[in-house]
């Protein structure tokens, strides 16, 4: 029987076209003619075209096919088999009428059904992969879960790692829109009172080497000189040397009032006093000038500029462009820098030889007669002068700003000049004895064929006349170091004092000679 028609498979149907008599029964009815097709039979019997015609009834119910269990194997047809044919839907006998039937009407056509998959061979069982999902066949038959029912087969990880992904893609977003918020809330001053806040505290004081604390203990020692000539004025900066009032500054800061002007000496908490010039010497750029009516006065403690190097920490005060108790820190950038200054009149008298410490602390105008400081806070120099771009060295009456050379006298130079000029009110230089050709343009200092005044350029019975030294003779080395001008001769001799022993090189007539020779005193500065 095929299942869902009742009707014995390849039994053919009565009362089909060409059919043979009716089954036996009662009696038999004659039924009208059936008419013809208008087109030849469809040879593959395909409703609608094909028999019994458009009057057939609905095709037989279609089952889905069973589909195997889940797990189980399907073996392929062997190739080369055979298939077999798929067996043609039988038509269904209309039952016997008793009365003139009704038209009837056609179901909508069908589809052929499929025929059923052929029952596989019995195969041994076989075990289930331990992945269950790896063979996993949606459309299988099997239990169904009820709505609602938890996942067997995994489930739970699953939604774990998706809760924890969304949690933390919120936790992101609210971190990102609370950032937005509160740096527009801060930008926008919304919220209530701003409070700036402030250092908690700070240090007590400043270590003793540190430019601060050098500042701390030098600054109530520095004053700030006003003068004012009958021609000029300017400012300059001092320092005190003891306790009785005197003050080291440059020569030319207090140039301007030497005949008659005033003097005025500021100190750092302001108090001002007029001062008086003690002594002064051009040749070394120096000043004495003493303040009175001042008490607790605290001297600078004077260093020793023979021990300074290259590289030391400096520390300069002065009142560059008047302004007082400016503090400023550099390096000893060299040393035994020979360098004049002044050379306004017309003598010579008033040009300044320095053996100069050279720094790149800042140094400008009015910082002229300033101490120059160690780490200790004690003075090796006092700053004289400074390299201009524009017109080569100046000392405080040139404008020229800081280049990052300027020159400070040896405080160990200045130190003997200042004693001088407080105890005797003058300054001694040392000499050989010789008048030297300034004009000369060769390598060394050339002793000049005559004195200026027509005299011999070789004093009588002075030092060089002693060593041997005549006119013409080339002076190229002072104690084994060169000296290449007549001016920096004066300053290597200069950098002494009256009495010490030098040992020159001359050059006579192509032969070099070393001579010694014992500095005097000039008769006047």
């Known amino acids: ?20 008599p009716m089954p036996d ?53 062997a190739v080369g088999a055979a298939v077999p044919p798929e067996p043609a839907p039988a038509p269904i006998a209309p039952a016997p009428l008793t009365a003139p039937a009704a038209p009837i009407t056609p179901a909508p056509p069908t589809m052929p059904t499929a025929p059923p998959a ?37 489930g739970r990880p699953r939604r774990r790692r998706a809760a924890l992904g969304w949690t933390l893609a919120l936790v992101l977003v609210a971190a990102g829109i609370g950032g937005l918020v509160g740096g527009y809330v801060e930008r926008e001053g919304i919220g209530g009172e ?3 806040p402030g250092a908690k505290g700070g240090p007590a004081g400043r270590a003793p080497d540190s430019v601060a604390g050098i500042a701390a203990r030098a600054l109530p020692s520095v004053v700030t000189l006003h003068v004012a000539g009958t021609d000029e004025e300017g400012t300059g900066t001092g320092f005190v040397l003891d306790d009785r009032g005197h003050i080291l500054t440059n020569n030319h800061v207090v140039a301007p009032a030497a005949s008659g002007g005033k003097i005025s000496a500021t100190f750092s908490d302001g108090t ?19 303040v009175s009516g001042v008490h607790g006065l605290t001297p600078l ?36 820098r020979p360098i004049t200054a002044g050379g306004e009149k017309s003598d010579g008298s008033d040009v300044s030889y320095v053996d100069a410490l050279q720094t790149d602390a800042p140094i400008n105008p009015g910082n002229s007669g300033g101490p120059l400081l160690d780490s200790r806070a004690h ?58 050709d300034m004009g000369y343009s060769g390598d060394g200092a050339r002793v000049d064929s005559r004195a200026p005044d027509g005299g011999p350029a070789v004093l009588k019975g002075g030092p060089a006349e002693r060593a041997g030294l005549k006119a013409g003779d080339l002076i190229t080395e002072v104690d084994g ?9 004066i300053i290597r001799i200069r950098a002494h004092q009256p009495g010490d022993r030098l040992r020159l090189t001359v050059e006579r007539g192509g032969t070099e000679r070393e001579v010694s020779v014992v500095l005097g005193t000039a008769d006047q500065n």
């Open 379 to 436: 003075v090796i120099g006092i700053n004289s002068a400074i390299r201009s771009a524009d017109s080569g060295s100046e000392t405080e009456s040139g404008q020229a700003g800081s280049i990052g050379l300027g020159f400070a006298i040896p405080v160990n130079q200045a130190k003997r000049v200042a004693e001088e000029l407080i105890n005797d009110g003058r300054a001694t230089h040392p000499v050989i004895g010789v008048d030297l």
């Open 118 to 154: 052929p029952a596989s061979a019995s195969l041994p069982a076989r075990q289930l992969p331990a992945d269950p999902w790896g063979r996993y066949d949606p459309w299988a038959a099997g239990s169904l879960q009820q709505p609602g029912a938890v996942a067997v087969h995994g």
């Open 194 to 196: 701003v409070t700036l």
């Open 1 to 20: 029987m095929d299942e869902g028609n009742g009707v014995p498979q390849g039994a053919e149907p009565a009362g089909a076209a060409g059919a043979g």
């Open 481 to 489: 170091e060169p000296v290449h001008t007549g001016a920096e001769l």
């Open 301 to 336: 403690t004077l260093g020793d500029s023979d021990d300074v190097r290259v590289g030391d920490p400096v520390v300069a005060i002065g009142a560059p462009f008047d302004l007082a108790n400016t503090v400023t820190a550099g390096i000893i950038s060299a040393k035994e």
């Open 25 to 77: 029964g009662d009696f038999e009815l004659a039924r009208p003619e059936r008419p013809s097709p208008l087109h030849e039979p469809d040879p593959y019997s395909t409703p609608p075209y094909g028999e019994p015609g458009p009057w057939a009834p609905a095709p037989p119910v279609q089952h889905p096919v069973a589909t195997p269990a889940q797990g189980t194997v399907m073996t392929p047809p």
């Open 272 to 290: 001002s006093v007029k001062a008086t010039v003690v002594g002064r010497d051009s040749g070394y750029d120096l000043a004495v000038v003493q």
